[in-house]
């Protein structure tokens, strides 16, 4: 059982940074995807970025449109933390934002919330002047 844990989370000005990190525990395989979602009380949970970890040395990252050159995913040296970066900030990037994990990789999965197994409790990202 994969337990995850976000952080980071906090209030900033547009145009402003933030990095989430999301701590994985409980994890027994070596190819997996994290990807990271977000929800505001007006919209569905939405896919933002997502991370394949593979059992190699290449890492492989997807975005969504409204973060593409903004938001970076990265993984830490033990792959048991996911990082995202957050730059440019907008207030549209208020929202929960919620880690989420499962083992191995589907091109037709990992934008999909339903796709993943294991969720974190979500951060608060509020931006705003």
């Known amino acids: 059982q994969e337990q995850l844990v976000e952080s980071g989370g906090g209030l900033v000005q547009p145009g402003g940074s933030l990095r989430l990190s999301c701590e994985v525990s409980?994890?027994?395989?070596?190819?997996?995807?994290m990807g990271w979602f977000r929800q505001t009380p007006e919209k569905e949970r939405e896919f933002v970025v997502a991370?394949?970890?593979?059992?190699?040395?290449?890492?492989?990252?997807y975005y969504a449109d409204s973060v593409k050159g903004r938001f970076t995913i990265s993984s830490g040296n033990a792959k048991n933390t996911v990082y995202l970066q957050m730059n440019s900030l907008k207030p549209e990037d208020t929202a929960v934002y919620y880690c989420?994990?499962?083992?191995?990789?589907?091109?037709?999965?990992?934008?999909?919330?339903?796709?993943?197994?294991?969720w974190g409790q979500g951060t608060q990202v509020t931006v705003s002047s």
């Open positions: 989420a994990a499962r083992t191995g990789y589907s091109g037709s999965g990992y934008r999909s919330q339903s796709w993943y197994h294991y």
């Open positions: 991370i394949w970890c593979t059992e190699g040395p290449t890492d492989y990252a």
């Open positions: 409980g994890r027994t395989g070596s190819d997996y995807t």
